[in-house]
């Protein structure tokens, strides 16, 4: 991939496994996904991915605080 064209779906979906992969593997570090409910796709590859749903209301209570999300619209969260 250059800069001279977009990327397609595959090489971007490539190289996001390729930064998770690193980020896990070498460093420990989680991922967060903070996904609109009416974004199917995006969840869905999400979850193809192996993101788990976070089910502790307090923690996302917290991360909607920290990254400041409206009360009023829904959202999947998500952990790797």
């Not at 979906?13 to 009416?38: G, M, T």
């Not at 796709?41 to 991915?49: A, R, T």
Request: charge should be positive; include cysteine.
């Amino acid at each position: 991939m250059t800069c001279d064209k977009k990327p397609n779906f595959f090489e971007i979906l490539n190289f996001l496994k390729f930064q998770l992969k690193i980020s896990l593997l070498k460093k420990k570090l989680s991922w967060l996904a903070i996904i609109k409910r009416n974004n199917k796709f995006v969840h869905l590859i999400n979850k193809k991915m192996k993101f788990k749903d976070i089910r502790n209301h307090v923690l996302i209570k917290k991360i909607k605080r920290k990254f400041k999300i409206s009360k009023g619209i829904n959202y999947h969260f998500l952990i790797k």
